[in-house]
């Protein structure tokens, strides 16, 4: 049975940093495409940074290119580190990975395609 569990959420003030980690339980990181999405309250989730294992591809959408780093830490936990935070980077953020098949290239692999997910660690940008 797969588990995934995400850490480290909390309150940081604009233009700080704060690392997230996420420890998955059950599956292999081999070859395995690993993403963290996050969701604010009324609207869909957001994919923000995505991790393709097998090659070392790494997306990141254009809200948080240049400020968010995802990288693996050991065999099974992946972590994202976040630097100079903005208020709108204020949600819950979600860590997920494929069952099968690489991350989508040159765009965010859609949520739908994630068969694993943690149950969220919240954010919040503070003045």
């Known amino acids: 049975q797969v588990h995934v569990m995400e850490s480290g959420g909390g309150s940081v003030p604009i233009g700080g940093s704060l690392r997230l980690s996420c420890t998955v339980s059950?599956?292999?990181?081999?070859?395995?495409?690993l993403a963290w999405f996050r969701q604010v309250s009324g609207r869909e989730r957001e994919g923000v940074a995505f991790?393709?294992?097998?090659?070392?591809?790494e997306f990141y959408s254009d809200p948080v290119r240049g400020r968010f780093t995802i990288s693996q830490d050991g065999a099974n936990t992946m972590v994202l580190q976040m630097g100079s935070v903005k208020p709108e980077d204020t949600a819950m953020y979600y860590c997920?990975?494929?069952?099968?098949?690489?991350?989508?290239?040159?765009?965010?692999?859609?949520?739908?395609?994630?068969?694993?997910w943690g149950q969220g660690t919240e954010v919040t940008v503070s003045l």
């Open positions: 991790l393709y294992t097998g090659s070392g591809n």
């Open positions: 059950g599956l292999s990181f081999a070859s395995r495409c």
């Open positions: 997920a990975a494929r069952d099968r098949g690489a991350c989508y290239l040159a765009s965010a692999t859609p949520a739908s395609d994630f068969a694993y």
